[in-house]
C-alpha cells in the first residue's frame, strides 16, 4: 500500500508526492492543460488517466531497450511510483520535422524534414520562456558535467530511434518531442514523463495534428486524439 505523504512540487499537469519510502515519489497525473507558458489554462477530464497509462507504456518499453527510466508502477488510474531523482534542469528536445518555436526562431519553412535529428538544449524555467541554451551554459552554470550533457546527447537520440519505430510501424510520425533526466546512485536516468504533452503527432497519411498542439490550436478533441495515439500503440485506456 502507497502513503501519499506531502506534496514536494507542483506543476502545470502534475502534482509529485513523498511516500514511506524517501527513495520513492508519487506521481500524480492532473487534468489540468495549458500552453503558452502558462497563459492558457484548462482542465480536459481524462487526459490524466491517458497520460498516465500512456507514459507507463513509454518508459515501460524504453526500459526493456536499455534506456533505464524512473518509473517503477502505475498504482492507480492516475499515479505511478517513481524512483527520486537529483533532475538537471534542462529540457532536452529532439526535432524530427520543422513545426512551432524552431519555425518562429529561425524563419526555416514548416515541415521541413532534418535527415538527421535535431538535438536542443532549453533551460527549465518557466519564467523565462525555458530559453534555448547550450553546452556551455550548462557547464559554466553546473546544470550538469560534460559527461552527463554527452550521455543525456546519447540517450536522447536513441530515445529518438526506439520510439520513431514504433509510432511509424502504427501510421504515426513522431515530430518533435522534449525528455527530461536526474541523477540517481552516479547514473543519468530519464525522469518526468513521455505523453502526448510533451511531443508531437500527426498521423502519417492525413498529417492532422493528434498532440498538444489541438489545444494550443483550439482544434477540438484534445483527450479523443490522445486516445487514438494510445489506442494505435496497444495501450489499454
Avoid at 47 to 53: L, V
Avoid at 131 to 147: K, R, S, V
Wanted: some cysteine; aromatic content about 8%.
Amino acid at each position: 500500500m502507497i502513503e501519499k505523504g506531502n506534496l514536494i512540487s507542483e506543476g502545470k499537469a502534475k502534482s509529485l508526492y513523498e511516500t514511506q519510502n524517501q527513495n520513492e515519489l508519487l506521481m500524480v497525473y492532473r487534468d489540468d492543460t495549458s500552453a503558452f507558458d502558462g497563459k492558457k489554462k484548462e482542465a480536459l477530464k481524462g487526459k490524466g488517466e491517458i497520460n498516465n497509462k500512456f507514459n507507463a507504456h513509454i518508459m515501460q518499453y524504453l526500459d526493456k531497450n536499455g534506456i533505464r527510466t524512473h518509473h517503477i508502477e502505475n498504482v492507480t488510474d492516475t499515479e505511478s511510483l517513481v524512483h527520486r531523482l537529483d533532475m538537471l534542469p534542462v529540457e532536452c528536445v529532439v526535432r524530427n520535422i520543422a513545426t512551432g518555436s524552431i519555425c518562429r526562431r529561425l524563419g526555416v519553412e514548416q515541415g521541413l524534414k532534418f535527415e538527421n535529428p535535431l538535438f536542443e538544449f532549453f533551460l527549465k524555467d518557466d519564467d523565462l520562456g525555458d530559453p534555448l541554451i547550450n553546452d556551455n551554459h550548462i557547464i559554466a552554470f553546473n546544470w550538469g558535467t560534460e559527461e552527463e550533457i554527452a550521455i543525456m546527447k546519447e540517450k536522447t537520440l536513441i530515445i529518438n530511434k526506439l520510439l520513431c519505430k514504433i509510432f511509424s510501424d502504427v501510421g504515426l510520425i513522431l515530430v518533435d518531442y522534449k525528455v527530461e533526466f536526474g541523477r540517481k546512485d552516479g547514473q543519468i536516468i530519464l525522469g518526468d514523463e513521455f505523453t502526448p504533452d510533451g511531443c508531437r503527432i500527426w498521423d502519417k497519411e492525413t498529417g492532422e495534428s493528434l498532440d498538444k498542439d489541438r489545444f494550443r490550436k483550439d482544434l477540438g478533441d484534445v483527450v479523443e486524439s490522445y486516445q487514438i495515439v494510445a489506442h494505435k500503440l496497444g495501450i489499454s485506456i
